[in-house]
């Protein structure tokens, strides 16, 4: 049985008119650590709405740990945690107090000495023991998120979600929050990740797919997808212009240019163009496709 099913999952908005998810169908394994990209407006959201109980989908099934989503509601929420995107928090509770209420909402019983010490526990992982009095109102943005993710794992959920987790969040919470997720699931908990930040699904998830206008383009080991991408990657910063036959071949960020070669060969020819333009090359470097050039071939960038 996997940690999460989704089986011909189908969610179609405005009476027909918009088709957000088309028949997604993939499952994680437990103890996974599973990345799912996609750009803006691919229906990861969405899928994880429906996972979640917050949208109901059009046809197909979804179940947590076996749990039907819709039929065996209560089990199926019970087994997730969910970081959102969104910073969402009570103004009228402290950081110790939020956690004792969602707790609560989750039914944990038993010794309230043992619940007392998971929470200091969370409180000492996710950098917040000398926040546990503070009243959420007082903590920044990234303080939030890491409340956010505490939240999430109070009840101790076997399947863990985050969504965007470190999405404008500082390096510091980012470091803390992967050694303790990463932590979490060498210990058995399935993660299921949604990032815009490749670097982070590349280095953490063992399996990824790819989402593109509802449908899964890409489902493969993360190993996998890089090799099946053979390719030698030049990178190296100009301030120049490049000559036009090599335009159509480049991915530009700001002084940062990587071009994409399939030879030896064909190394030789780009930087024969360049010399031959007179274009001054820094920091020049030859190396494998990472998953930001994965991603974009598969999802037919131009650029």
Partial sequence: MPAVRFDR????YAGGGVRALDGVSFDIERGEFFGLLGPNGAGKTTL???????????????????????DDFAAARLALGIVPQELVFDPFFSVREALR????????????????AWIDELLA????ADKADANL??????????????????????VIVLDEPTAGVDVELRQTLWHFIARLNRSGHTVLLTTHYLEE???LCGRIAMLKQGRVVALDRTSALLSGMASTMLRFKTDQPLPPAVVPLARVTGRI????????????????ALRQA????????IGRADLEDVFLETMGSER
């Fill in 48 to 70: 994880i709405s429906v996972l979640a109980g917050l949208t109901r989908a059009s046809s197909g099934r979804v179940a947590v740990m076996g749990h039907d989503v819709v």
């Fill in 125 to 128: 992982n996710l950098g917040l």
């Fill in 278 to 285: 007179e274009v001054r090359v820094e920091d020049l470097e």
């Fill in 257 to 272: 240019v990587q071009l994409k070669a399939h030879d030896a060969a064909e190394v030789e020819r780009l930087l024969a």
């Fill in 101 to 116: 209420i969602q707790s609560g909402y989750f039914g944990v019983r038993g010794d309230k000495k043992a619940n007392d």
């Fill in 201 to 203: 699904a590349e280095a």
């Fill in 137 to 158: 109102r007082q903590l920044s943005g990234g303080m939030k998120r890491r409340v956010l993710v505490a939240q999430a794992l109070v009840h101790r959920p076997p």
């Fill in 9 to 12: 999952v189908t969610k179609t």
